[in-house]
């Protein structure tokens, strides 16, 4: 895979130095409407975010921190156990207004974005498991990039997870509801040490729903809340 077009017109100095080897890649929306808010927002030395690459509306994409540096866009965040992501990970900001206003994201900037984790995904050897969203790495703070992200899409073309099954509303049991907390731990969601912490628990199975049942957000998790986490699990051990 070629490298795609990438521009150098903007960079943040918001960065350190690298603490691990870089595993996964996590997505984000800026929650801003256009190109000049995002540089904004990822450069401002007083708020201290920034990621390595940021996806206009047009499908431009622009480098902002070199990828050996370690970018501030993860935040408090873990996965699998690991903690600081951002050591871990290359960010990447989506223009994009957020879930709060509907907004959908322009063919022209998922096509950038399948391109663009083709390349990264081939030149750091990160496996499919490890593209995750800001709200599977964050599930009590964060939302982005929300329920109206395509990952169906990006799966079709081998740069993302995605598990098709028929929605059922039939409800899970006792039992079944420790089963499905237990493989959302194993399959590497955060928060779920405790597996009687309701609160958490609700945030965690809320930001899966919002990755793989959209349907299902604001409501408990049913048989095929369970069933996609046995999927997911069976994929992570292959």
């Not at 929605?167 to 237990?182: D, H, V």
């Not at 597996?195 to 408990?220: M, Q, T």
Request: proline share 3%.
């Amino acid at each position: 895979m070629s490298q795609p077009d990438i521009s150098h017109n903007f960079k943040s100095d918001n960065f350190d130095n690298r603490k691990a080897k870089i595993e996964f890649i996590i997505l984000h929306y800026t929650e801003t409407d256009n190109l000049a808010k995002s540089v904004e927002l990822l450069t401002d030395n007083l708020r201290k975010v920034s990621s390595h690459y940021l996806i206009d509306t047009n499908g431009e994409i622009y480098n902002l921190v070199c990828e050996t540096k370690r970018a501030w866009h993860a935040g408090i965040s873990s996965w699998d156990q690991m903690e600081d992501i951002n050591s871990r990970s290359i960010g990447i900001e989506i223009v994009n207004s957020g879930e709060k206003k509907f907004a959908n994201y322009p063919k022209s900037q998922i096509s950038s974005l399948i391109n663009l984790l083709k390349y990264l995904m081939k030149k750091f050897g990160i496996p499919i498991f490890n593209i995750l969203g800001h709200s599977d790495i964050a599930p009590l703070r964060k939302i982005d990039p929300g329920k109206f992200f395509p990952w169906k899409e990006l799966a079709k073309k081998n740069v993302a997870v995605w598990i098709e099954e028929k929605l059922s509303n039939k409800f899970l049991n006792t039992s079944q509801n420790q089963e499905l907390i237990i493989n959302l731990r194993e399959i590497g969601y955060p928060n779920l040490e405790e597996l009687k912490d309701e609160k958490k628990i609700k945030k965690v199975l809320e930001a899966f729903h919002r990755r793989f049942l959209p349907e299902l957000i604001g409501r408990v998790g049913t048989s095929t809340t369970l069933k996609i986490s046995y999927n997911l699990l069976k994929i992570k051990k292959s």
